[in-house]
């Protein structure tokens, strides 16, 4: 396995864990939350906008958004998806841009400079890791 490829597949591996954690670890903290919304029939059970009339807006109803805010709305699952795409592209040798990485490490870095602590920072070394094996795989493209 070259290099590139290898570092590639450490960034998507991380990217997955990380994915993976977030929404397992919520889904563990708020399962009666997540339960909520299965027995209240899936649709509309995160209101997007807030209470009608004058009903002020409740501990439960800011806790039933942030648990979609935290979960399936989150950075979770586009991660994931950012992690299956690298790991299937390295698998064919397809060379991921060094902007990706630019872009992940950049967002994860602001990410975990607000929330600390926080595992963002690792979000960070898969944006390094995808622009380093960008640097490889341009220094063994033949010169024309």
Known sequence: MNSGKRLLRWASGIMLVLGAGHLSLLTLAFREDITGWVERGMWAAVPLAFPPG???RTVEYLQNEAV???G????????ILLG???WHL???GVAVPAGIGWGLAAWCLVGG???VP???FAG?????????AARKGRKGEPSG
Not at 72 to 79: E, K, M, N, T, Y
Not at 124 to 132: H, P, R, Y
């Open 54 to 56: 004058d009903a002020v």
């Open 72 to 79: 399936p709305g989150s950075f979770a699952v586009p991660l």
């Open 113 to 115: 400079v607000l929330l």
């Open 124 to 132: 960070t070394v898969s944006g390094a890791l995808i622009i380093l």
């Open 84 to 86: 299956c795409l690298i």
């Open 68 to 70: 979609f805010w935290g």
């Open 90 to 92: 390295a698998g064919r």
């Open 118 to 120: 926080s595992p963002f």
